[in-house]
Each structure stands twice: as structure tokens, then as C-alpha cells.
């Protein structure tokens, strides 16, 4: 095991730094592990509806052809909107299709595809839960310090008259 699997998981403070990029025009601009959400949710629900009708129906050799142009595709258009780290765990994970796949290789290739989204949904997931929380660990800190001030209390007027907008 490595030395990290070994201290186990990361405490939020050390989750890595969003890698940024230098534009054509000198400014910098932050790039996360995706960058189009809604890209890859549309391909992730693409590739689920088609494991559901692959499992439902038997294909000819038409029909495999074609789901195989299709996932090779799916899989070109993700590695296209993933982190360079993603991207290779996607290659290694999703090899291009053979040119007429059975109904089986289908099946599992869409099946892996599928969980390997929703894992990458779950760690998205999770990363934005920790950075939460250490967000609220910090705001609480500064909060216990004193050093967030707090609008006083409305006092209201001696003369009986309450403030209006």
C-alpha cells in the first residue's frame, strides 16, 4: 500500500489546489476535474438508458455496431470535458470497442462506464461536502475569535416611534 492509503483519508484542509491554467492573454483561469457538469450528466444518462435497453432486448450485429459507435463516442465526448488524471482512468477504464462487440462486452462496457460516472458523481459529491465543512469549521473559528462583527440589535426610539423603511 502507499503512504497515503495508509494514513487513511485527507482531512478537507488537504484536499489538492484546483490546477490553474494561463490563458493566450496572460490571466489565469481555474480548471477543476470537469469542466462541463451538465456535458458529462447528459452522457452519464445517455450511457444508463442504454445498458437499460441492451439489458432488455437482444441486438443484432446492426444494432451492437451502432451501440458500439455510440459508446465510443460517449467516451470520446467525456475524455474531451475531464482533468488530465481523469481522462487516463477513463482510458484505462473504457477502451475503445471492437468493431462488432457482443451483446455481453456491451453490457459490461456500459455497465463499468456507468458506475465509474456515478463514482465520479459520488467523489464529486463528497469533495464539495468537505469543502463545506471546512468552510463552516472557518467561519466558526473566526466567528469564536470575534473577529466577524455582528450588526447590533435595533433599539428602538425613546420617543415611542419604531424605525421605518
Do not use: C
Not at 452522457?43 to 432486448?57: K, N, P, S, Y
Not at 463514482?119 to 466567528?143: C, S, V
Amino acid at each position: 500500500m502507499s503512504e497515503v492509503e495508509d494514513r487513511g483519508p485527507e482531512p478537507a484542509e488537504a484536499l489538492p489546489a484546483v490546477p490553474v491554467e494561463a490563458t493566450s492573454d496572460g490571466r489565469t483561469e481555474r480548471q477543476g476535474p470537469i469542466t462541463e457538469p451538465a456535458k458529462v450528466i447528459r452522457i452519464a444518462t445517455m450511457v444508463r438508458e442504454l445498458l437499460e435497453e441492451t439489458r432488455q432486448t437482444s441486438t443484432d450485429e446492426a444494432g451492437r455496431k451502432r451501440l458500439a459507435q455510440i459508446y465510443d463516442r460517449a467516451v470520446g465526448e467525456l475524455r474531451d470535458v475531464l482533468s488530465e488524471d481523469l481522462r487516463e482512468e477513463l482510458a484505462e477504464l473504457a477502451p475503445p470497442m471492437g468493431a462488432t462487440p457482443s451483446e455481453s462486452e456491451l453490457r459490461i462496457a456500459q455497465a463499468q462506464l456507468v458506475g465509474w460516472l456515478e463514482g465520479l458523481f459520488h467523489g464529486i459529491q463528497a469533495a464539495m461536502f468537505a469543502q463545506q465543512a471546512a468552510a463552516r469549521a472557518q467561519f466558526e473559528e473566526l466567528r469564536r475569535r470575534g473577529l466577524l462583527t455582528q450588526n447590533p440589535p435595533m433599539q428602538p426610539s425613546r420617543d415611542g416611534g419604531g424605525q421605518y423603511l
